[in-house]
C-alpha cells in the first residue's frame, strides 16, 4: 500500500522559516517525480513545486520562486520542502503528492500538514 | 497560464440520480486533464487522468470524457459517499499545472 505522511507543520511567524518532510512507502520512490501542493484554508489546490526522481529537474511556482526549496533523499525514500521567508498568504495545508506513470498528474496523496503563518 | 473554469460552483442531486460537472480550459490541453474528489479534511483522490481513464479503485459510476477545452465528469448514480468536493487539473503545460476552482456536490 502505498503510503504518504508529511511532517514538520505548524505556527510560524511572517519571515520565518519552516522545513517540512514526506516520508513515502509502498511503491519504488526513486522512480517517481514528487510534487508539493497546497490548499489555504478553505480554498482550492495550488500546485507548489515538484522535483524529477533523479534531482535533475526542480520546478517551482512563481508564488514561492527564490523562497522555498524542495529535495529529495532517495536512499530514505524522502520528500522535503525548505520554507523560507514566510507570508502570511503562505498558510495553507501542504500536501505531498506522486505523479502518475503516465502524465503529470498526482496519484497518490499524503494526509496534508498545515502551515500557519501568523505574528 | 491556462485557467481551468468548473461548473457548476454548486450541483444540489439527489442520491441514486445523475451527476454532470463541467470544466473548460482557456486553450486546448488535449486529453491532459484529471479529476480529483476532495471530502471535508481528506487529502485529494485522483478519479480519472487522461481525461477518460479511471484511477485504480475508482468505481464504474465515474466517466470522464471530453478533449481539447471541454471536459465533463459524470456519477452516474450518485452514492451517499460521493457528495464532496470535485477538482479538475490539466497538466498539458507542466510544470505549470493548473486546477479548477471545484464544484461542491451536495445533496438535494
Known amino acids: 500500500e502505498v503510503q504518504l505522511v508529511e511532517s514538520g507543520g505548524g505556527l510560524v511567524k511572517p519571515g520565518g522559516s519552516l522545513r517540512l518532510s514526506c516520508a513515502a512507502s509502498g511503491f519504488t520512490f526513486s522512480s517517481y517525480s514528487m510534487n508539493w501542493v497546497r490548499q489555504a484554508p478553505g480554498k482550492g489546490l495550488e500546485w507548489v513545486s515538484s522535483i524529477s526522481s533523479s534531482s535533475s529537474y526542480i520546478y517551482y511556482a512563481d508564488s514561492v520562486k527564490g523562497r522555498f526549496t524542495i529535495s529529495r533523499d532517495n536512499a530514505k525514500n524522502s520528500l522535503y520542502l525548505q520554507m523560507n521567508s514566510l507570508r502570511a498568504e503562505d498558510t495553507a495545508v501542504y500536501y505531498c503528492?506522486?505523479?502518475?506513470?503516465?502524465?503529470?498528474?498526482?496519484?497518490?496523496w499524503g494526509q496534508g500538514t498545515l502551515v500557519t503563518v501568523s505574528s | 497560464e491556462i485557467v481551468m473554469t468548473q461548473s457548476p460552483a454548486t450541483l444540489s442531486v439527489s442520491p441514486g440520480e445523475r451527476a454532470t460537472l463541467s470544466c473548460r480550459a482557456s486553450q486546448s490541453v488535449s486529453s491532459n486533464l484529471a479529476w480529483y474528489q476532495q471530502k471535508p479534511g481528506q487529502a485529494p483522490r485522483l478519479l480519472i487522468y487522461?481525461?477518460?481513464t479511471r484511477a485504480t479503485g475508482i468505481p464504474a459510476r465515474f466517466s470522464g470524457s471530453g478533449s481539447g477545452t471541454e471536459f465533463t465528469l459524470t456519477i452516474s448514480s450518485l452514492q451517499s459517499e460521493d457528495f464532496a468536493v470535485y477538482y479538475c487539473q490539466q497538466y498539458n503545460n507542466w510544470p505549470r499545472d493548473t486546477f479548477g476552482q471545484g464544484t461542491r456536490l451536495e445533496i438535494k
Open positions: 503528492a506522486s505523479h502518475g506513470m503516465l502524465g503529470s498528474y498526482f496519484d497518490y
Open positions: 487522461g481525461a477518460s
